[in-house]
């Protein structure tokens, strides 16, 4: 009898534990959730809101989620409290069924997060990206200028770094007034930044093993960099291991031009084309040549008369 109570006495505490704990899950999950939507009403302009879901909708949403799985494992931690009463193995019964059912609840956010949300956000973020702006002065919609357009209100560094496609410009102009707005977007290939200019303009352009990697000893080799605005030529040591790099062939010490067509680890290459109508071709290739002459021979004209 003297044990049951202090058991029962136990219970009592860690029933009133898990109760706040849940309560503090749930709080958090409000505040996160709705700090990231205050943020997000509030940011001033489409550009700011892009810039904002792009860089933490994801984490925010998946953080709550996680947040959620905890409060799912403090919650199921108060059920049951009749049949807890009766033996001491039933509070590790319900501990252990409640991370079971949180960890499936973060399991099922990580992935839904990972392969199901980027295609909605990607919806979103195209949205606030290609809204027709507004010119504040005078109210005017604006227009987005096409690639070619644009080059004229780009400065030099800015159109180098169009052309290294580590940075994306959009134009927008007012027809009116000939007021520009220029917004600034993450291009498709990364290139560092430029220690002179400041241009995202560094590109690798050579590289040179000084000291073959053995199996007992790490290698170096010599990466040298230039930017295509300023000309800068920076250069940069670094160790080689045996075991990375495997597209680099180490007799040469030159880059291979298409590591692909030397691997034969390679089955195959799809090619998906879209057309501006939203059709979808995809293409199927065995190796790397037959793709490249694919792209080379590649219109729509072409295509039309397979189809
Ligand atoms: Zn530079």
Same mark, same amino acid.
């Given at each position: 009898m003297e044990e049951n109570s202090a058991y029962l006495a136990f219970l009592d505490i860690w029933h009133q534990a898990m109760w706040y704990l849940f309560l503090g899950a749930a709080a958090l999950t409000v505040i996160l959730v709705l700090s990231y939507w205050i943020r997000y009403a509030s940011a001033g302009s489409l550009k700011a809101k892009f810039d904002l879901a792009s860089r933490s909708e994801t984490k925010t949403y998946l953080n709550a989620n996680y947040v959620i799985a905890a409060g799912i494992v403090f919650i199921v931690n108060t059920t049951y409290q009749d049949v807890i009463s009766l033996s001491p193995m039933w509070v590790f019964i319900r501990v252990f069924i409640g991370l079971c059912f949180g960890t499936l609840h973060g399991y099922i956010a990580y992935l839904i997060f990972k392969y199901y949300y980027p295609g909605p956000l990607d919806k979103k973020l195209k949205r606030l990206r290609y809204t027709p702006r507004i010119n504040p002065s005078n109210g005017n919609t604006m227009k987005l %200028?096409? &690639?070619? =357009? &644009?080059?004229?209100? %780009?400065?030099? !560094?800015?159109? #180098?770094? =169009?052309? *290294?496609?580590?940075?994306?410009?959009?134009?927008?102009?007012?027809? #009116?007034?000939? &007021?520009?707005?220029?917004?600034?977007?993450? !291009?498709? %290939?990364? *290139? %560092?930044? +430029?220690?002179? +200019? !400041?241009f995202q303009t560094l590109k690798l352009q050579r590289e040179e093993i000084l000291r073959q990697p053995t199996n007992t000893q790490d290698g170096e080799i010599l990466k040298e960099y230039k930017c295509s605005y300023c000309g800068r030529i920076k250069r940069k040591t670094q160790n080689l291991s045996t075991n990375v790099d495997k597209e680099r062939d180490l007799s040469t010490g030159k880059l291979i031009a298409d590591p692909l067509s030397h691997d034969n680890r390679l089955d195959l290459i799809k090619i998906e084309i879209q057309g501006t109508n939203g059709e979808k071709k995809l293409f199927e290739f065995q190796n790397l040549k037959q793709a490249q002459n694919f792209l080379k021979e590649f219109d729509f004209d072409k295509l039309k008369e397979e189809m």
């Amino acid at each position: 009898m003297e044990e049951n109570s202090a058991y029962l006495a136990f219970l009592d505490i860690w029933h009133q534990a898990m109760w706040y704990l849940f309560l503090g899950a749930a709080a958090l999950t409000v505040i996160l959730v709705l700090s990231y939507w205050i943020r997000y009403a509030s940011a001033g302009s489409l550009k700011a809101k892009f810039d904002l879901a792009s860089r933490s909708e994801t984490k925010t949403y998946l953080n709550a989620n996680y947040v959620i799985a905890a409060g799912i494992v403090f919650i199921v931690n108060t059920t049951y409290q009749d049949v807890i009463s009766l033996s001491p193995m039933w509070v590790f019964i319900r501990v252990f069924i409640g991370l079971c059912f949180g960890t499936l609840h973060g399991y099922i956010a990580y992935l839904i997060f990972k392969y199901y949300y980027p295609g909605p956000l990607d919806k979103k973020l195209k949205r606030l990206r290609y809204t027709p702006r507004i010119n504040p002065s005078n109210g005017n919609t604006m227009k987005l %200028l096409s &690639e070619d =357009e &644009e080059d004229a209100y %780009l400065d030099e !560094g800015m159109q #180098a770094e =169009e052309d *290294a496609f580590s940075v994306d410009y959009d134009v927008w102009i007012d027809e #009116a007034t000939g &007021e520009t707005k220029i917004e600034k977007y993450k !291009g498709h %290939l990364n *290139a %560092l930044e +430029c220690d002179r +200019c !400041g241009f995202q303009t560094l590109k690798l352009q050579r590289e040179e093993i000084l000291r073959q990697p053995t199996n007992t000893q790490d290698g170096e080799i010599l990466k040298e960099y230039k930017c295509s605005y300023c000309g800068r030529i920076k250069r940069k040591t670094q160790n080689l291991s045996t075991n990375v790099d495997k597209e680099r062939d180490l007799s040469t010490g030159k880059l291979i031009a298409d590591p692909l067509s030397h691997d034969n680890r390679l089955d195959l290459i799809k090619i998906e084309i879209q057309g501006t109508n939203g059709e979808k071709k995809l293409f199927e290739f065995q190796n790397l040549k037959q793709a490249q002459n694919f792209l080379k021979e590649f219109d729509f004209d072409k295509l039309k008369e397979e189809m």
